[in-house]
């Protein structure tokens, strides 16, 4: 004989229960069923709230009693042959009366007995099973029964305690002379020995068929939901979770108890003893194999699945009066129980200074007050400090058997917690070591879930979330790069990149499953009104783990915000010279923050473009060396200008060519006047452990005063074209001279400057041709000759390459 039960959201509809009725059509063919079902989905909860509302004088008590009646009798208009409407409706009716004048009553006396609400809840399942039973007699050799006839329990109405021993004797001798191929019996419900009507509390359905699996020796018990088993983590929270295709009785009650709501823990107990294996099985997908449960798996994974807990309040109780007294944990527990105040988790320091318990919110109030006056004389003597009180957290378990038989478990899970930032406020592991256990703030929750489910389930898989802020030249070439590596990235560096955030001056989206790069501008032009705090607020409440702010702006603004994204934990990538060239204590700040909130700060892109020279530099420090001397050629619009630039063209149109093919800044005199180099010099110095300020670059500015003080591009090009002799003048002497033009950077002795150069022809520089920039590292271990680093240094396309590669360094981490 096999066991199904049938949850609320397999019968929720007429359409379900079709479905329900084929799925025990198949299964009848080679087993004799019992089938236990629940109420149609939510009835019971309608019940509850039409008694409470009744209790209340609240008028509109029989709203939800209508809607309830409703459905039942649509599902029998629906399914059950005109033949035998009236026979099974005037069975319903009679209940449905009964049920209604339970109501009333409760109404007229304006309160609500305990043996009343367990009556009036019970009835969901008596409707729903006995409509069912009937449906199912239209295709096979199926009963209807009533579990209450079966199943006694003690006076307690609700959460009744079970008389196994008269329970096993109903069960054997109905079932003995019972020889129908389907028996449907109703969940949730039982009887004392005078006949009164209980309930077996939450999860009593599936405890209605784990008491019949074992008291008939099932062959196996089947539990019938909406999801395909038990998951290695909510799949509401983590996509990435998948069924548990085998898993142990210990293991499910501990996932059970942490969260997992496809079974409850109780509900195995029966069957645990008569070592009858459970099978969870989804009613919308019955040819999934679902989550099997018995005493033993083989081995595999160590970790089978996480779990998590909400509304968790954590109470400590500390003070030096505790240390070495015996009976304070006694008193403690005595105290909660007395009050029947649940406790989820346990953990106390080893120094006896304090004990911490974890509970539900709702019962915080409560358990606060009868602690504090359980302690009242401690407390005034100050040997015992008040209850403290933590609400808004929750609890994280990691649950498997062989947990026990692996080392550096527990410190996987905490480090990959730590690196996104994630704080633990308790901790808590049994001596089996089924269960390594933590408590967090609950807007955690989800990142955590997500983290942990990276770290032990998914394939070393590493999952980077960006937010991107500007799609200019460079942003429109990142998200592209991005997209057209996507791909790559997940087979060879196990990378899982995605976009979840966009936005420029105007407009921003949001996509927490990845926005989709094919039509992201199209999405942006309907996108939200933007702004730098409603950005970061949002990617702040997404929460989401390995979050990467990136910033392909030049925006000040925009660099002003890099603190409160590194505060928080989430990685800062720009191309944004303005925050690491801003005044030395906001670049110590930021540096500081970083290393504070294990958030990288990575700004490769700032000098040199897509060049390692920053990456270089830091490798050249942290081995050991020192920088005494940099020479460098660092603006590629420059270089840019002065190799095209000669007697046979303008200055003004080398300038708008170097605009045109995205050389320069937006605004072009950033680049000409020396301060976009002066700030990349200013940054190496920095990086090479020298404390300077852009104040103490010397700038050797060739632009006229008037260039320099205009404030707009148009007006930038006319004096270009005003000041074309004075620049042909330059050309010249420098060619005069054999020389080229540079716009050269040096920093030596503590000093910096930059400025225009005359290269002569045995010099590296004299031949660095188009964009190209130059650096050269003078150090203890490159004395004379420089390490030197070269390539393009300008452009939309390497700089978006310089980005992605910060990205990656990030991924990599």
């Known amino acids: 004989m096999k066991i199904l039960k049938f949850g609320g959201s397999s019968v929720a509809n007429s359409q379900n229960i079709e479905k329900v009725v084929q799925i025990i059509v198949n299964a009848s063919v080679n087993d004799q069923l019992l089938v236990v079902v629940s109420a149609f989905g939510k009835t019971t909860n309608k019940l509850i709230a039409s008694a409470e509302q009744a209790a209340q004088s609240n008028a509109n008590y029989l709203e939800n009693f209508n809607e309830v009646e409703s459905i039942h009798i649509e599902v029998i208009e629906a399914l059950i042959p005109n033949s035998r409407q009236k026979e099974v409706k005037s069975h319903i009716n009679s209940l449905f009366e009964q049920l209604k004048t339970l109501l009333e009553g409760c109404f007229l006396l304006k309160e609500i007995t305990p043996k009343a609400l367990a009556t009036i809840s019970g009835f969901g399942e008596l409707l729903s099973s006995y409509i069912i039973a009937n449906i199912a007699s239209n295709e096979l050799d199926a009963v209807y029964k009533d579990s209450r006839e079966l199943i006694i329990t003690s006076n307690t109405f609700d959460k009744a305690q079970v008389d196994f021993e008269l329970t096993n004797a109903n069960c054997k001798e109905y079932f003995n002379q019972n020889k ?85 823990p109780p509900t195995i107990q029966p069957v645990l003893e008569k070592e009858i294996p459970i099978r969870i099985k989804n009613t919308f997908e019955p040819e999934n194999m679902g989550t099997l449960i018995s005493k033993i798996t083989k081995n595999g994974k160590p970790v089978k699945g996480i779990s998590h807990i909400e509304n968790i309040t954590l109470l400590t109780l500390e003070g030096s009066g505790m240390v070495g007294v015996s009976g304070i944990s006694k008193r403690l527990f005595e105290t909660l129980s007395a009050h029947n105040i649940n406790v989820v988790m346990i953990t106390q320091a080893s120094s006896e200074h304090s ?71 308790a901790i808590a592991q049994g001596a089996s070591e089924k269960n390594i256990s933590a408590v967090i703030n609950s807007s955690d929750a989800k990142k955590a879930l997500n983290t942990l489910h990276e770290q032990f389930f998914e394939e070393k898989m590493k999952q980077l979330n960006l937010f991107v802020t500007g799609v200019g030249n460079v942003g429109v070439r ?11 990235l997940k087979e060879h560096l196990k990378l899982n990149v995605r976009v979840i955030g966009i936005s420029n001056s105007k407009k921003m989206i949001f996509d927490d499953n990845g926005i989709n790069l094919n039509s992201w501008k199209e999405q942006l032009q309907g996108g939200e009104l933007s702004s730098l705090d409603n950005f970061f607020q949002k990617v702040k409440t997404l929460n989401l783990r390995n979050s990467v702010f990136i910033d392909n702006t030049a925006n000040q603004k925009v660099s002003e915000v890099y603190e409160h994204y590194l505060a928080n934990n989430i990685a800062v990538v720009t191309c944004n010279k303005i925050a690491c060239a801003s005044e030395l204590n906001n670049y110590k700040k930021l540096k500081s923050i970083s290393r504070k909130y294990n958030a990288p700060f990575l700004f490769e892109t700032n000098v040199g473009a897509g060049l390692p020279v920053i990456d270089t530099l830091k490798n050249l420090i942290a081995s050991g060396d020192r920088v005494h001397k940099i020479q460098a050629v660092l603006s590629g619009s420059l270089n840019f200008v ?22 320069t800044e937006p605004d072009p005199k950033i680049d000409l006047s020396g301060v976009d180099v002066a700030r990349k010099i200013l940054i190496l110095a920095r990086e090479s452990g020298y404390e300077l300020e852009l104040s103490d670059i010397e700038n050797n ?85 420089p390490l030197q680093i070269k390539g393009a240094g300008a452009g939309a396309e390497v700089t978006a390459s310089g980005i992605f590669a910060d990205v990656i360094r990030i991924g990599n981490k």
Not at 478 to 488: E, N, P, R, V
Not at 654 to 660: G, L, N, S, T
Not at 757 to 766: E, G, T, V
């Open 642 to 663: 002065f190799n095209n630039f000669n007697e046979d063209i303008s200055f003004h149109d080398v300038v708008k060519q170097a605009q045109e093919q995205g050389y």
């Open 355 to 425: 004990i911490c318990v974890g509970i539900y919110d709702e019962d915080a109030l409560k358990a606060a007050q009868k602690i504090n006056e359980a302690f009242a004389i401690e407390i005034e003597r100050h040997k015992i400090d008040p209850i403290i009180v933590e609400q808004g957290l929750a609890i994280i378990a990691l649950v498997g058997d062989n947990m026990k038989n692996h080392q550096g478990l527990s410190g996987q899970m905490f480090s990959s917690l730590g690196k996104n930032n994630v704080n633990i406020r």
């Open 478 to 488: 990142f998200l592209a790069q991005i997209h057209q590596q996507k791909k790559y």
């Open 180 to 264: 129908h191929q389907v028996t449907i019996l109703p969940g949730f419900i039982a009887q004392t020995k005078e006949g009164k009507t209980t309930t077996l509390g939450r999860g009593g359905s599936d405890y209605s068929a784990a008491i019949y699996a074992a008291a008939l020796s099932a062959e196996e018990l089947q539990i019938w939901t909406d999801v395909s088993g038990m998951y290695t983590a909510n799949p509401h929270m983590v996509k990435q979770a998948f069924p548990i295709s085998h898993i142990s009785y210990q293991e499910a009650m501990e996932l059970s108890h942490f969260g997992a709501k496809v079974i409850f």
């Open 701 to 785: 500015a060739f632009l006229p005063k008037k260039s320099l003080e205009t404030t707009n591009n148009d007006n930038f090009y006319a004096s270009l074209t005003e000041f074309e002799a004075q620049f042909q003048q330059i050309y010249k002497e420098a060619a005069d001279k054999n020389c080229r033009l540079k716009y050269v950077a040096e920093f030596n002795d503590g000093k910096a400057s930059v400025g225009l150069q005359h290269i002569p022809f045995d010099h590296p520089f004299y031949n660095l041709e188009g964009s190209d920039n130059i650096v050269l590292f003078f150090t203890d271990r490159y004395p004379v000759n």
